[in-house]
């Protein structure tokens, strides 16, 4: 029998949420992570409390490490220090073509030797390339994964004719219904979320699905398209030849004399050294989607001004604004965490999608016998929807009691997918009834015990002395207690839904055992 719209569109919903249902619920994790991922850098990275930026010694003293180290390169870009980040990061284009980049001490110029961990941007990197899957690959699965989860919920909207109508009736503890409810409200509650996050994600990476339109604009320098909706391009025809350019502190003087006294957020300087070398500061402080912060633009050997302005290319803003909408770089503190909300939104309804999938087979299957399908399934949504959390908690705590020196293994990450497997063998020999309060346990512990230790392990090290200090740290333990609470929750609640579907598995069992010898 032919199958209608709505139940093809039902199908391939369900497959393709299974199918990539754990994928995703790691990216959006992760993302949701990333929102917070400069609070992160600096909860795992105490030392820096304790720094002081001022920003005309950074740019001075970043400055002079390029002109002693990086005199003949190509270009160079520094990334100015600031009180959520208080370290220079610069980098620079070779004279062969290679890049280099360093951290810099921001008051002194030396190159800072920091512990080898990464901080919030190992979230950052798993969510938009899969840590340890190669570069390119990585990029290109998540891709993929994105384009998917458009299918994914657009096929939902259409497969539930009553989505916005169900979007009231929420009845809770009720087995199969719970979930199908939960996955329901969850959806239609973000579905702006989940629509505009997964759009601009495959957006922002267009250039690897479509890889001839970027060849065709830039056929022999790629790179060419980031520098563009980077910087405002200013071109000469002038060859290069050595010149001595201006110290940094006149284009500081000149920004001040237009901005007044401003955040610089980053300076890169094009051909340095040279009578064509072009010294442009941008702006940090930009609020709007397309974070199009003004730039000042001078002939670094003249100090002419060659542009006042912001770039409003098309290209730059059409880029700006689809990576903006992602990355919520303009979001205030509440809405901030709306979208982190959001986020963690997103991951119920994964969640609730994989468990309904789960439970439905089961009601489904006739027999009361073992079936190997359902078996890992169940065992992959523990280790996805439990496992991961713990896992990324583990990292944090792995930063808590290991000093991982400069060079070093990075242990953190060790920790994340040694506990983040580990979670997977124990839900393989876990009884189906304990499945799911054993795991949540785990993660209770580790939610509760993590921020009483931290505080602990920074007063013992003298990181923190009055709670002005400790509202660095305290940011982050809050997120961790608000999960704390949830997982509690969750822990005295799942129990009767359980009860519900194993009591309608097993009705359902002895009916049919019942109809077998009438038939």
Same mark, same amino acid.
């Given at each position: ?107 002194? %110029? ?19 390339? &899969? ?28 497969? *539930? ?21 939960? *996955? ?28 001839? %339109? ?67 500061l941008v702006e940090s402080t930009d609020r709007s989607i397309t974070r199009n912060q003004a730039q000042l633009s001078f002939n670094g050997e003249s100090g002419a001004l ?22 919520? *770089?303009?979001?205030?503190? &509440? ?35 073992? *079936? ?148």
């Open positions: 029998m032919q199958k209608s719209v709505r139940q093809s569109m039902a199908w391939l919903h369900s497959w393709l949420g299974l199918t990539l249902g754990w994928l995703l619920f790691a990216i959006f994790l992760t993302g949701a992570a990333t929102y917070y991922r400069h609070e992160i850098n600096l909860w795992m990275q105490p030392q820096f409390a304790t720094m002081q930026v001022k920003q005309d010694t950074a740019m001075n003293s970043a400055y002079q490490y390029l002109q002693k180290n990086a005199a003949d390169a190509q270009s160079w870009y520094i990334g100015v220090a600031s009180p959520s980040s208080p370290v220079n990061k610069i980098y620079w284009q070779k004279a062969d073509g290679g890049y280099e980049n360093k951290t810099l001490d921001a008051n002194t %110029g030396k190159e800072v030797t920091l512990s080898a961990t990464q901080g919030g941007e190992f979230f950052y990197g798993f969510h938009y390339q &899969l840590y340890g899957v190669p570069y390119f690959i990585g990029r290109l699965l998540v891709t993929i994964a994105a384009f998917l989860m458009l299918i994914i919920l657009i096929s939902g909207v259409i497969t *539930h004719k009553k989505i916005f109508t169900e979007f009231f009736t929420l009845r809770a503890f009720k087995g199969q219904r719970s979930y199908l409810d939960f *996955h329901n409200v969850t959806s239609v509650i973000a579905l702006p979320f989940f629509l505009t996050i997964t759009f601009t994600g495959l957006a922002i990476f267009f250039y690897l699905i479509l890889p001839n %339109g970027m060849k065709k604009l830039y056929p022999e320098q790629p790179f060419q398209y980031f520098d563009e909706i980077r910087n405002i391009s200013i071109s000469s025809e002038a060859k290069p030849t050595p010149a001595t350019m201006h110290p940094i502190e006149y284009f500081i003087q000149q920004s001040e004399q237009r901005w007044g006294k401003t955040e610089i957020g980053n300076i890169t300087v094009k051909h340095p050294n040279t009578n064509i070398a072009q010294v442009n060659l542009g006042d302005t912001r770039n409003n290319s098309a290209i730059a803003t059409l880029n700006n604004g689809v990576y903006g909408l992602h990355m919520a *770089h303009f979001a205030q503190p &509440l809405l901030r965490f709306a979208l982190f909300f959001s986020g963690l939104l997103g991951c119920a309804m994964i969640a609730s999608g994989l468990l309904l999938w789960s439970l439905k087979r089961q009601l489904q299957n006739k027999k009361q016998s073992f *079936h190997f399908g359902h078996y890992v399934v169940n065992r992959l949504n523990t280790a996805a929807i439990i496992g991961l959390p713990i896992a990324m908690l583990s990292y944090l705590c792995a930063n808590r009691f290991l000093q991982l020196e400069a060079g070093q293994l990075n242990y953190e990450i060790y920790a994340f997918f040694g506990t983040w497997l580990l979670s997977l063998v124990i839900a393989l020999l876990t009884p189906q009834q304990h499945l799911w309060k054993t795991q949540l346990e785990v993660f209770i512990f580790l939610t509760v015990s993590l921020p009483i230790f931290n505080l602990y392990y920074l007063i013992s090290h003298q990181y923190v002395h009055d709670l002005n200090e400790y509202w660095l740290f305290l940011r982050v333990d809050l997120m961790i207690v608000i999960l704390a609470i949830l997982a509690i929750f969750l822990h005295q609640k799942i129990q009767p839904i359980q009860q519900k579907a194993v009591q309608k598995i097993q009705k359902k069992y002895a009916n049919t055992a019942v109809q077998e010898p009438n038939s």
